[in-house]
């Protein structure tokens, strides 16, 4: 079955900048599947972060954090990456990697996930 973890997760100050990182593994190859990045505080809903192509030729950024994440994969080491940069205190949040067939922004959606990573942006 497909396996994902995170890591890179940690405590920056505003304007810094971090890298994630997602391991996948299982029975079938990673460049399957699209793969997105959501995050998630207490009490609220899991919101969309990014995602990316099979291929890794086609992205797409929720809009607070549009020029300012990158989303990339290497699907020769099954990894997948999220750099973020000039972070603020609203990204602070759990950061989770999914998995999945289809391209949405939608967490329910994907069918796999990482136990996820704390990002934590002080001001």
């Known amino acids: 079955q497909v396996r994902l973890v995170e890591s890179g997760g940690g405590l920056v100050q505003a304007g810094g900048s971090l890298r994630l990182s997602c391991a996948v593994s299982g029975y079938t190859l990673s460049s399957y599947y699209v793969m997105a990045w959501f995050r998630q505080t207490p009490g609220e809903k899991r919101e969309f972060v990014a995602h990316i192509s099979r291929s890794g030729g086609s992205t797409n950024y929720a809009d607070s954090v549009k020029g300012r994440f990158t989303i990339s994969r290497d699907n020769a080491k099954n990894t997948m990456s999220l750099q973020m940069i000039s972070l603020k205190p609203e990204d602070t949040a759990v950061y989770y990697c999914?998995?999945?067939?289809?391209?949405?922004?939608?967490?329910?959606?994907?069918?796999?996930w990482g136990q996820g990573t704390q990002v934590t942006v002080s001001s």
């Open positions: 999914a998995a999945g067939n289809v391209a949405v922004d939608t967490a329910n959606l994907y069918d796999y």
